[in-house]
């Protein structure tokens, strides 16, 4: 997630309705189930389950050098191919340095170890369909995953840095209301490669002409929500041999998952960003079922105990609806709920798309609770809109699919914050 309105998950995908859902990577955990799902409205795909083995092959059996971490692949070349771990070293670079889509460009490796690599392993898992790039440089990338799922990542270029947005799942089960993503439901979990892939393939298309400097998971889906394939795919990543991205410019987006969080936090070093987007549980409940399983509490309690590194302090989101969550009390609660974690807030105007309920707060609001913010010695940002005109920017993506999670009934006294739209049938 994004956790931005996100939709900060801005990315999006469909499938085909006669294809098959899954056959890479890891299938999605439903994160609590059938009770919690008819509960809170959350869009989890009733085919399901709950493995968390993480595929390294294809539907042909051929491995995916792209789902493993350097360690893996090293065991992978002295266990399984009776390899030197130097050769494991060498193709590794050949991935993530020098780009290599093919075998053959591996002019290093003996003719004989590239072949028996092209009969058992695979280098490139998504096929690039489309590139749009919109009048202020924003693009969005579109791919086709082996199941013939459409899947996107947003290339934001600004003077100092190129940051790359990047899908975690196709669709998502989360259902924030202001989020257009959600309404496609949750279809599959990407795997690690495929979230990897995301990040080379770019790359290499851009080359040296725009170089990437910062990767941000919050595309489509709740990057937490698939923890098996995230959590490996940051390492990836990370690794100075490879991609080299600092941990510091990896950041890993949710709406607030707890327990993910904290695992999280155990076995990735990249960077850590929450979705507030509210000040108190009836709000949130209504705007992020997710908070109905986690409430504020329990979510800022688990991250006053989140192992922060040296420095490190986590983003807070805040997509700012007019008259839901854009007043000074709102501002003042913000202080008060984050003032014991190391933080920053990052203000984001929203996004309207075709069918919200909500509006874009009014840009005096914003200034105002920025303004309260900086007044009492808090870290915050305000994110730039980008990518309106293709329909890149944060919660302007994704494709609803026939059957749109229900939406959750307003607070009444939230009611006239709303407009009526033909998608508002509003269920509990
Ligand atoms: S519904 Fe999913 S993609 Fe959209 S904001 Fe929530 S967690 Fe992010």
Redesign the pocket.
Known sequence: ?????????ALWAHLPTNEPRVRLGTRAPAPRGRALKQRHGLAVNDTMTSARHQLLKDSEGKVLLKSMTLQQLRDFFVNELGEKPFRAQQIWTWLYVKLASDFDEMTDVSKALRARLRDIARIDVLQHVDTHTASDGTAKLTWRTDTGAIIESVMIPTEKRNTLCISSQVG?????QF?F??RMGLHNNLSTAEIVDQVVQTRRLYGESLRLTNIVFMG???PLHNPDNVIPATSILIERSGLDFSNRRVTVST?GLVPEILRFGQESTARLAV?LNATTDEVRDWI?PINRKYPLGVLLDALRSYPFRKGERVTFEYVLLKDVNDSLEDARRIVRLTSSIPCKINLIPFNPHDGTEFERSPDERLIAIRDFLVSRNVNVTVRETRGDDRMAAC?QLGKPGERSPRRMAPPVHFQHAVRTTPHARHDG
């Open positions: 997630m994004s956790h931005g309105p996100r939709g900060p998950h998502c089960a989360m259902n924030c989020c993503t959600a489509m889906g709740e709406s979705s992020m919660g």
